[in-house]
Nanobody, 118 residues
Framework: QVQLVESGGGLVQAGGSLRLSCVAS????????MSWFRQAPGKEREFVAR????????YYADSVKGRFTISGDNAKNTVYLQMNGLKPEDTAVYYC???????????WGQGTQVTVSS
């Protein structure tokens, strides 16, 4: 059974930092792209960042480029999202996703709340 479990969310003041973690279990994820998405109240879920396990290649949404860093620890099957310079508009539920590169399997975590106060 595949599981993605996020943690690390919380309440932080604008300009502060948080590090989110996503622990993946239940299968080998070497052929997957791991991503972070977020969904603010009343808005659609949007892409934040992704990393390819096999190569370490990363890609970011323009809105977080230069502030957020995605990384992975293969030994721990864990993906991180380091968020610096947080802004109130970063407030959202953050979700971890695992998408098969050459297939259709796609898994989601339950989400972790990030709230940035002004």
């Amino acid at each position: 059974q595949v599981q993605l479990v996020e943690s690390g969310g919380g309440l932080v003041q604008a300009g502060g930092s948080l590090r989110l973690s996503c622990v993946a279990s239940g299968r080998t994820f070497s052929n997957y792209v791991m991503s972070w998405f977020r969904q603010a109240p009343g808005k659609e879920r949007e892409f934040v960042a992704r990393i390819r396990w096999s190569s370490g290649y990363t890609y970011y949404a323009d809105s977080v480029k230069g502030r957020f860093t995605i990384s992975g620890d293969n030994a721990k099957n864990t993906v991180y999202l380091q968020m610096n310079g947080l802004k109130p508009e970063d407030t959202a539920v953050y979700y971890c996703s695992a998408a098969e590169i050459l297939g259709s399997r796609n898994y989601w975590g339950q989400g972790t709340q990030v709230t940035v106060s002004s």
